[in-house]
T-cell receptor, first 111, second 114 residues
């Protein structure tokens, strides 16, 4: 049973525009969330995190928003660049426990 | 600094064969993990280790064994491979406990069991 869901398998965005990747979770005990980026033939690399005590965390062009009541988080990339084309995974954990990963969203940024 | 490396990168096995996947990290990390990634599913934790000589079960441990004899190495074994174990396997490591510590991933091993 998938506790972390990314319902959009793919997303295409024009260069310079905003990319919004969404993630939903079912376990109300989750209180720490991560986004990873993965290029083909490589392992995932950490992008940005957020704790449940916050509703927003920003790092350069990347911002993660957390809506605890809706059990929803999103990753915004502004402006999108062709090098951002990759698969993005969200992951969530409850205190002291493992991370559960979503199925990933493949982002294509069109030049 | 090689980070996290995995050996081999690809492997094809017949049902019932055995093999060992090797993960090595040169960052002196305490924690190491093995995940599998299947189409339509997120990465799922197989086993993990919180230090040399320790191992623990993750979400999907059945059919796998692990060993952490040296701090820098984490081995994943398949004693009798089954087609259901066809997957991409990722190893990862963290400096400390998984929360608040970035997981560094290896490039993956693509395993096909016929």
């Amino acid at each position: 049973d998938q506790q972390v869901k990314q319902n959009s398998p793919s997303l295409s965005v024009q260069e310079g525009r905003i990319s919004i990747l969404n993630c939903d979770y079912t376990n109300s005990m989750f209180d720490y969330f991560l986004w990873y980026k993965k290029y083909p033939a490589e392992g995932p690399t950490f992008l940005i995190s957020i704790s449940s005590i916050k509703d927003k965390n920003e790092d350069g062009r990347f911002t993660v928003f957390l809506n605890k009541s809706a059990k929803h988080l999103s990753l915004h990339i502004v402006p999108s660049q062709p090098g951002d084309s990759a698969v993005y995974f969200c992951a969530a954990s409850a205190t002291g426990n493992q991370f559960y990963f979503g199925t990933g969203t493949s982002l294509t940024v069109i030049p | 600094n090689a980070g996290v490396t995995q050996t081999p990168k690809f492997r094809v096995l017949k049902t019932g064969q055995s093999m060992t996947l090797l993960c090595a990290q040169d960052m002196n990390h305490e924690y190491m993990y093995w995940y599998r990634q299947d189409p339509g599913m997120g990465l799922r934790l197989i086993h993990y280790s919180v230090g040399e000589g320790t191992t623990a079960k993750g979400e999907v441990p059945d059919g796998y064994n692990v060993s952490r004899l040296k701090k820098q190495n984490f081995l994943l074994g398949l004693e009798s491979a089954a087609p259901s174990q066809t997957s991409v396997y990722f190893c990862a490591s963290t400096k400390g406990a998984w929360r608040n510590n970035e997981q560094f991933f290896g490039p993956g091993t693509r395993l096909t069991v016929l």
